[in-house]
């Protein structure tokens, strides 16, 4: 069966750490993954896209990985700040899905003091 | 750029009656939206792809005379949940695909609504 899955527990760093959040995918072919950021009773925030046929992807504090024959993609944010606590989602774009995502179920991260 | 609202943000109604919610692309023109659900610790699941002057395409699982949804514009989609009960209490969420140059496979997704039924 396909299965998306993320950190299953929360990650709590301190902060100006790296944090490393997780997404694992099987039977998926993915034709590109995406990133999101949702905060309690908000609507995700979209933050990176990687495609395939691309390895790394960064943008500021925040860099993606993405390798498909582990079917697994990294996400790091840098010197982290307590405002980086958040819900991080992972979103997979099936070739031929129409544009439909599929999600993850979510890495609740918080960055302590 | 790429901003997505939604209306209302929260909405409390009796069982048995209808709520219309309300997907409008604010600064771009979205020929694709889409509707998802999210129950309390959980992910987002998606319940249908909607397509401006055509039908929606519903997830396996959705009631479609359950949940209508029409694309009348580029801009604007909405959700009615009808006979809403109180298993239909959820956080909806819309998104919208800009489909203009190299964006056109991120989802820029609104603030969501609460709806509670009493």
């Known amino acids: 069966s396909q299965k998306i899955e993320q950190n299953s527990e929360a990650l709590n760093i301190q902060e100006g750490k790296t944090a490393t959040l997780t997404c694992n995918y099987t039977?998926?072919?993915?034709?590109?993954l995406q990133w999101y950021r949702q905060d309690p009773g908000r609507g995700p925030v979209f933050l990176l896209l990687?495609?395939?046929?691309?390895k790394e992807k960064r943008k500021e504090r925040l860099k993606v990985t993405f390798d498909t024959t582990l079917k697994q993609s990294l996400f790091h944010i840098t010197a982290s700040q307590p405002a980086d606590s958040a819900t991080y989602l992972c979103?997979?774009?099936?070739?031929?899905?129409?544009?439909?995502?599929?999600f993850g179920t979510g890495t609740q991260l918080k960055v302590e003091l | 750029g790429a901003v997505v609202s939604q209306h209302p943000s929260w909405v409390i109604c009796k069982s048995g009656t209808s709520v219309k919610i309300e997907c409008r692309s604010l600064?771009?023109?979205?020929?694709?939206m889409f509707w998802y659900r999210q129950f309390p610790k959980q992910s987002l699941m998606l319940m249908a792809t909607?397509?401006?002057?055509?039908?929606?395409?519903?997830e396996q699982g959705v009631e479609k005379d359950k949940f209508l949804i029409n694309h009348a514009s580029l801009t604007l989609s909405t959700l009615t949940v009808t006979s809403a009960h109180p298993e239909d209490s959820s956080f909806y969420i819309c998104?919208?695909?800009?489909?203009?140059?190299?964006?056109?496979?991120?989802?820029?997704f609104g603030p969501g609504t609460r709806l509670t039924v009493l």
């Open positions: 998104s919208a695909r800009d489909p203009s140059g190299d964006r056109t496979d991120t989802q820029y």
């Open positions: 039977n998926y072919s993915p034709a590109y």
């Open positions: 990687i495609r395939e046929n691309e």
């Open positions: 979103a997979l774009g099936i070739t031929g899905g129409g544009n439909k995502l599929t």
């Open positions: 600064d771009f023109q979205a020929t694709t």
């Open positions: 909607s397509n401006e002057g055509s039908k929606a395409t519903y």
